[in-house]
């Protein structure tokens, strides 16, 4: 979930120095309103698909569209190519959110919940103080392309731990 909540704060640091690179400055909106509409609007069909298909293989599948979408960002080479890519990220972001949520309410007991909702607003509260200054920082220091690229180790390191410690929920 970090993942999702660091990518809505981080990217618009960049984005001055993405419209420097790759121009389409009427265009600097879309980047945004691509992964904001695609996330929201597949929020409902990643709930329905994991109801049918399983929890697991679905939030999955969603951190694998949300790390192709992060590969493409970085490699975009026009401003059209990255309102796409962001468009793909946003998909998996669509499932990645809400899922966490859902995973915890199947996880935990009701007492434990709170606790652990808390730690998921803890984690929004953060993103939105470091997510700028993390944004600028790996802009100046490697480039702009490096803000969707540092999503792939964590997106990995994500997939492995769901694979390792989350049970497959078999339907009956």
Excluded: C, K
């Amino acid at each position: 979930m970090s993942l999702g909540a660091l990518e809505a704060t981080v990217v618009g640091t960049a984005m001055p120095t993405v419209v420097a690179t790759l121009g389409g400055l009427a265009h600097y909106s879309w980047v945004f309103s691509a992964y904001l509409l695609t996330s929201t609007a597949s929020v409902p069909i990643w709930g329905r698909l994991s109801d049918l298909y399983g929890r697991r293989r679905m939030y999955i599948t969603g951190i694998v569209i949300f790390l192709v979408g992060s590969m493409m960002s970085g490699a975009s080479t026009s401003m059209t190519m990255l309102i796409v890519s962001r468009a793909i990220q946003g998909l998996g972001t669509g499932a990645v959110i809400p899922l966490s949520m859902t995973i915890v309410g199947e996880l935990y007991t009701l007492a434990e919940r709170a606790r652990t909702q808390a730690l998921f607003s803890g984690v929004w509260g953060l993103a939105s103080v470091a997510g700028p200054l993390v944004g600028g920082y790996i802009t100046d220091a490697l480039s702009w392309r490096w803000v969707f690229y540092l999503n792939l180790p964590f997106g990995l390191l994500a997939v492995t731990v769901i694979l390792l410690a989350y049970p497959a929920m078999r339907r009956t």
